[in-house]
């Protein structure tokens, strides 16, 4: 049997210590710093155009909308991470004493990669509905047209829609708004995945 070698266990001033000085960006989870691997073209393209799709639509209405590089706490998860859609409610509500960590989403919207997909809808996910403030999660998969949509309806429920077809809409209760599921995959080419 081979021993395998311990995984070094790092405390959140570690982390956040390192996270500052460093030129890429990492997750802790736990105790654990895990390197985040660079997103493909397409993962780029499916995260902007949410993100320009939900900027124009949001125009004038009290939210923020960041993409990629806005940490996110979750504290009863003991996890820092960088979802690559997130919608907040102004005013913002940042972790105490940090002015680069937020803490209060109602929208996340993850890429799907084929390293990341069991992590963002398994534990991620079970994380994620630990925020208070967190109501609608879309995972879109960046190989094939298929968006998985979670609303929370009550405390403990959420519903699960998911979209195959690029000529429907889906509705995103919490922010009021309709996403046109072809407008989100806006410039992807499949016959070249």
């Not at 790092?10 to 890429?24: C, D, H, P, Q, V």
């Not at 993962?43 to 590089?69: C, E, Q, T, W």
């Not at 960088?82 to 919608?87: F, G, H, I, L, R």
């Amino acid at each position: 049997m081979i021993a395998q070698p311990e995984t070094k266990h790092y405390t959140i001033e570690e982390y956040l210590e390192l996270e500052i000085a460093s030129e890429t960006r990492s997750e802790y989870c736990d105790g654990e710093i895990i390197p985040m691997t660079g997103g493909t073209p397409d993962h780029n393209d499916i995260a902007s155009n949410l993100v320009a799709i939900l900027k124009a639509a949001l125009r004038g209405k009290p939210y923020r909308v960041f993409i990629l590089d806005q940490r996110l706490w979750v504290p009863d998860a003991n996890l820092y991470t960088y979802p690559d859609v997130m919608v907040l409610p102004k005013p913002l509500e940042l972790q105490t004493g940090r002015k680069d960590t937020v803490v209060n989403p109602c929208f996340i919207a993850e890429v799907l990669s084929k390293s990341t997909q069991n992590y963002d809808r398994g534990e991620k996910f079970v994380a994620y509905r630990k925020i208070p403030t967190f109501q609608e999660y879309l995972l879109i998969d960046q190989y094939r047209v298929h968006v998985e949509h979670h609303l929370k309806t009550s405390a403990h429920q959420w519903l699960f829609s998911e979209y195959d077809d690029p000529n429907v809409t889906l509705s995103l209760s919490t922010l009021e708004l309709q996403i046109s599921i072809a407008e989100l995959y806006e410039n992807i080419d499949f016959s070249t995945v």
